[in-house]
């Protein structure tokens, strides 16, 4: 690894207002469950019911995206049962890749060949959509 790929553009920005907000209504969320559980915060977090949390928290700040409740939450039996239903279920995770446009001659000079245009956004965008069919 070459000491420009540490430098400071490549620490992870500060939270956003909203990422912030979903950390406090979560520390809220957990703060007030867990006790009721004979639990600290940070061992409710690591249950199907603290997941729930997170999700509820997520939903609260950016809108109804996860099928999770605040019964859920509050309730560790039924998240576990939840959880118990769907351990079976397939997941396929997948994720990609692409460069910035703006790799500098240091860091093009480091790819082999022609893979600096393969991993800039046109190239990545052709190769991610390429067996869609239109």
């Not at 600290?40 to 995206?65: D, H, I, K, P, Q």
Request: charged residues 25%.
């Amino acid at each position: 690894m070459k000491s420009h790929q540490y430098s400071h553009t490549n620490l992870p920005s500060q939270p956003s207002v909203r990422q912030r907000e979903v950390r406090a209504r979560l520390d809220a969320l957990a703060d007030e469950i867990a006790p009721r559980h004979g639990m600290t915060r940070r061992r409710f977090l690591r249950t199907s019911a603290g997941m729930a949390a997170v999700f509820v928290a997520m939903n609260e700040v950016y809108g109804w995206t996860f099928n999770a409740s605040r019964t859920e939450a509050k309730t560790p039996e039924m998240a576990e049962a939840r959880a118990a239903v769907l351990k079976d279920q397939f997941i396929i995770d997948t994720y990609t890749y692409f460069m910035r446009d703006d790799l500098s001659p240091p860091q093009r000079a480091q790819l082999p060949g022609d893979d600096a245009k393969e991993v800039q956004f046109p190239g990545y965008r052709q190769r991610s959509f390429s067996t869609v069919k239109q």
